[in-house]
């Protein structure tokens, strides 16, 4: 079974203040993106890497990963769901979609092989994600709290997520069309009707968003078990 790898790396990391998109901020020896492209770029069952790219991206071509015979790139769009779907342009109908963000750089093999292994369990695709550890809080506009949110349910959503890329590419362009706000490809999925599944993803798949992420991510990496 085909399964095809799309990630977004078209993003411009506002919140990183930095002088250039996060994801090619130096992490140890190379950019955070080429952690993340190495990681899937390895993968046996994943056959073809598709990367989508800011319109003016002048970084990408630089990086040693950007010639791998895997590896295609495509323009990526406005917002997150743009990207996504310009990759899946690629792709035909019956292959797998797996997504993951060019900004979690700390992937192992260990949690692709995980969601993978939840196909059989969940034909209609799954995503990467962690219980909820913290009790939560609802607030309103101005920080001050309204209510305790039930923990037991709630999970933070990670990737890669991993659907059939025609319902995928479906799902995502009509709920664009109706106007939802699409953040990952779980919530396409479940505004069409479908269950993902939600498969226990490690600690240390963070996203770069902050500068001090940065040095998590650092650390992860340098103990990294797989
Ligand atoms: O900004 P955020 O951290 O949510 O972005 C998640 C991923 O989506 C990043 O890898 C970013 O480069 C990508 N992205 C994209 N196209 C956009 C916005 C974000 O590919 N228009």
Redesign the pocket.
Known sequence: QDIIAI???????S?MKADK???YLMLGNQPIIAHTLDCLLTHPKIQKVIV?L?LKDDYFSQLKQAKHPKLLQVN?????A???LAGLKLISGNQWALVH????PCLTHQDIDALIASQIQHPQGAILAMPVRDTMKRSDKHGNILATVERELLWHALTPQLFRADELKNNIEQAIAQGVVI?DEASAMEWAGVTPGLINGRADNI?V?HPDDLALAALFLSHSID
Request: glycine share 14%; net charge positive.
């Open positions: 990630v977004p790396a078209a993003g411009i990391g919140r998109p996060k994801q989508a800011h990526g769009g406005d917002e997150r743009d990207s996504v963000d060019a900004a979690r953040t996203k968003t």
